[in-house]
């Protein structure tokens, strides 16, 4: 525990927010406020977690990618039909959709990789990646921006649209 009464992961997200905010630099180990930094701070700013204009990726406790992202690291191959099987109860809305889309946008950034064996009826099937099974949270992604957020390491990745939907067929 630190002396601001945070734990080491929780410090080291912080930073990394502020780095990537432009209001600290770091190297070595050391860590140095900017002059953007300090003009935030003369200006008695705040930094916030609030609205991102419809630009944040959800993060919701158990959603369907979350039990995705669990099942996945549990799992030596799946297809989008093995985890619908798996994971959807009937409450939930567009899975399929929902979920094609989640593994085309991880598959793009890398964290999913393609088996060469089909699955039944042809269908795709992948394995994650172990080095980049990052943690247990599900990394975000946002249609709308197009981007993929590890909320273990806080690393976002901008993905293309070019990133077809992941379907039982392909």
Same mark, same amino acid.
Request: proline letters at 4%; charged letters at 30%.
């Given at each position: 525990?630190?002396?601001?009464?945070?734990?080491?992961?929780?410090?080291?997200?912080?930073?990394?927010?502020?780095?990537?905010?432009?209001?600290?630099?770091?190297?070595?180990?050391?860590?140095?406020?900017?002059?953007?930094?300090?003009?935030?701070?003369?200006?008695?700013?705040?930094? &916030?977690?609030?609205?991102?204009?419809?630009?944040?990726?959800?993060? *919701?406790? =158990? /959603?369907?990618?979350?039990? @995705?992202?669990? $099942?996945?690291?549990?799992?030596?191959?799946?297809?989008?039909?093995?985890?619908? &099987?798996?994971?959807?109860?009937?409450?939930?809305?567009?899975?399929? *959709?929902? =979920? /094609?889309?989640?593994?085309? @946008?991880?598959? $793009?950034?890398?964290?999913?990789?393609?088996?060469?064996?089909?699955?039944?009826?042809?269908?795709?099937?992948?394995?994650?990646?172990?080095?980049?099974?990052?943690?247990?949270?599900?990394?975000?992604?946002?249609?709308?921006?197009?981007?993929?957020?590890?909320?273990?390491?806080?690393?976002?990745?901008?993905?293309?649209?070019?990133?077809?939907?992941?379907?039982?067929?392909?």
């Amino acid at each position: 525990m630190s002396s601001f009464g945070k734990d080491r992961e929780s410090m080291r997200r912080c930073l990394g927010h502020l780095r990537q905010n432009g209001f600290v630099a770091s190297a070595e180990g050391v860590h140095q406020i900017t002059d953007k930094g300090r003009q935030f701070l003369a200006d008695g700013r705040t930094i &916030t977690s609030g609205p991102c204009s419809g630009n944040a990726a959800s993060r *919701r406790g =158990l /959603s369907l990618r979350q039990r @995705a992202w669990r $099942a996945m690291g549990m799992r030596d191959g799946f297809s989008l039909d093995d985890l619908l &099987t798996m994971l959807c109860d009937g409450s939930e809305k567009e899975p399929e *959709r929902n =979920l /094609s889309r989640y593994l085309a @946008a991880l598959e $793009a950034a890398g964290y999913l990789m393609r088996l060469p064996r089909r699955g039944e009826g042809g269908a795709t099937r992948w394995r994650l990646r172990r080095d980049w099974a990052t943690g247990p949270e599900a990394p975000a992604f946002n249609t709308q921006t197009r981007r993929l957020t590890d909320c273990n390491t806080g690393q976002v990745f901008k993905l293309g649209r070019t990133a077809p939907e992941a379907g039982h067929g392909r």
